[in-house]
């Protein structure tokens, strides 16, 4: 079999399953490791998958990828809604909050629509709009301005502008990915200015973010890890996460996605309960 008809069969594999073995493709194909291990380096130059130890697995999305609202709607929905949850405990009668764009965080609307006298500020349509159909008489809602996102978030100047002269007790903000190095960060440039204006018009940053957000990266930093007073995540958080968040966040809680609500605590030694 030539190297090239080898390759395609290999990426075929990965692509139905998902990910392969050195060791097996080797016995398979009866040829050595390296012959393996050369035509795996050759399938990930081009972007066809991505090399992992002993292996390789399907390629992930690149740093510009946005899943559509309703794509991400139906992922961890288990977790989002018990993130969404807790988060809603920190949510007193009579504040102002922003909730930024995002799947987790439409849920947490969800959970505000009886808190009494609550302002929520967003740039997310179907937050706005699951508070508006739902939310109770003395409410407020503010809309932000702004381009819409595959994700329906309103961003740019109109969205920067509405935001920077307010002052707000909490954000509840979803984002895209996380990392040690990059810290919080979206797909989207302009999202990540807006959510930014959002973070500096509040006195206090809760971030929700499931456990697969951990080790993903997008485009754009939106703050780094240590900006976050309080992380609120799932119990699937790999150990390497738990220990890096738990020594940069001001406190991480993390929650049972089958028993919504019991939330399990991991405070930093500079942590707080809100």
């Not at 990426?11 to 399953?17: A, D, I, K, M, N």
């Not at 559509?68 to 102002?96: C, W, Y």
């Not at 939310?135 to 329906?152: A, F, M, N, Y």
Request: proline share 5%; charged share 20%; aromatic share 2%.
């Amino acid at each position: 079999m030539l190297a090239q008809q080898r390759q395609v069969a290999i990426l075929e594999r990965v692509r139905s399953t998902g990910g392969v073995r050195v060791s097996e493709l080797a016995t398979e194909f009866g040829v050595s490791d390296m012959t393996i291990r050369r035509d795996l380096e050759a399938l990930h130059e081009r972007g066809l998958l991505a090399k992992v130890h002993g292996g390789a697995t399907t390629a992930g999305p690149g740093s510009t990828d946005e899943p559509g609202f309703h794509a991400k709607s139906v992922r961890q929905l288990p977790e989002k809604a018990a993130i969404a949850d807790r988060a809603a405990q920190l949510v007193r009668p009579g504040a102002a909050v922003a909730l930024s764009a995002g799947t987790t965080t439409a849920e947490l609307a969800r959970r505000l629509v009886d808190v009494p006298g609550l302002t929520v500020v967003t740039n997310s349509l179907p937050v706005a709009e699951i508070l508006h159909a739902g939310g109770r008489p003395d409410q407020t809602v503010v809309l932000t301005g702004g381009v819409r996102t595959p994700s329906d978030a309103l961003v740019g100047p109109l969205a920067v502008g509405a935001v920077r002269s307010l002052h707000l007790d909490l954000l509840f903000l979803g984002v895209h990915g996380i990392t040690e190095r990059a810290g919080f960060t979206t797909p989207n440039l302009m999202e990540a200015e807006t959510d930014r204006a959002l973070v500096a018009a509040a006195d206090r940053l809760v971030v929700l973010a499931d456990h697969t957000k951990w080790g993903t990266v997008g485009i754009s930093s939106i703050v780094e890890l240590a900006a976050a007073h309080v992380l609120v995540s799932d119990d699937q958080l790999p150990p390497p996460a738990r220990r890096v968040l738990g020594e940069h966040v001001g406190e991480l809680i993390m929650v049972k996605a089958t028993g919504a609500g019991r939330a399990t605590r991991t405070p930093t030694s500079e942590g707080t309960a809100p």
